[in-house]
Structures are given as structure tokens and as C-alpha cells.
């Protein structure tokens, strides 16, 4: 199996940055696409950016321009580089795994959870006004 961590939340104020970390294990041999999701309360979980096996990235909308994904091939980690934080960005923040996918070229939704196998669990992101 796939283990995953999150590690770098907390609470800040609004127009500061973050840096979310995601340790991934299990899979020594193998590679796969990592994503990063956030879910409020009573609210469907979102897509916020995914990265696959050679680097090509896909993002929400909602944080193109502001939020940066990447993956260290040799640590195996992921993260999330969050800028210009903004109070709707909070939300628990989740990493994932699929397993069964190396090239985004094959979704036709890269950012649906359904599309993922492997959780972590969660990291608290608050952004104050």
C-alpha cells in the first residue's frame, strides 16, 4: 500500500503563504499521480492540483495563479506552495494517490476524488481576513 503524510498547515492571515508537504511510502519501485484536495464541512471534496509521473500539473481555478504544485523525485514527497492565501482557501487539505495512473493524458477529470485510492490525513489550513 501507499502511506501518506501531511505535514505544514496552520493559521495565517490573509495575502500570506504556505508551503503544505506530503510524504509519500510503500511503493519504492513504482510511481504514480499525487494530487493535493481540501474539504470544508458539509461541502463536497475539491480538486486543487495534480501532478503526474513526468510533471504535467492541472489546477482548480480557484487557485491557478496563486497555488504551485511539485513532486522531489528523491525525497518522494509532494507539495503545495500556496500564495496570496485567501480566507475561502480554508479548508482541511488532503494529499492522495493513484495507483493506477502515471499520465493525466488519461483522466477525463484529473481533479475527481473518484479518481483516487490512496488518503492521508489531513492537514488544517485557516486563512484569517
Known amino acids: 500500500q501507499v502511506h501518506l503524510k501531511e505535514s505544514g498547515g496552520g493559521s495565517v492571515q490573509a495575502g500570506d503563504s504556505l508551503r503544505l508537504s506530503c510524504a509519500t511510502s510503500g511503493y519504492r519501485y513504482s510511481s504514480y499521480v499525487l494530487a493535493w484536495f481540501r474539504q470544508v464541512p458539509g461541502k463536497e471534496r475539491e480538486g486543487v492540483a495534480t501532478i503526474d509521473v513526468d510533471g504535467s500539473t492541472k489546477y482548480a481555478d480557484s487557485v491557478k495563479g496563486r497555488f504551485t504544485i511539485s513532486r522531489d523525485n528523491a525525497k518522494n514527497d509532494l507539495y503545495l506552495q500556496m500564495n496570496s492565501l485567501k480566507p475561502e482557501d480554508t479548508a482541511m487539505y488532503y494529499c492522495?494517490?493513484?495507483?493506477?495512473?502515471?499520465?493525466?493524458?488519461?483522466?477525463?477529470?484529473?481533479?475527481?476524488?473518484?479518481?483516487?485510492?490512496?488518503w492521508g490525513q489531513g492537514t488544517q489550513v485557516t486563512v484569517s481576513s
Open positions: 492522495a494517490a493513484d495507483t493506477d495512473v502515471r499520465s493525466l493524458s488519461e483522466y477525463d477529470s484529473p481533479l475527481s476524488a473518484l479518481e483516487y485510492n490512496y
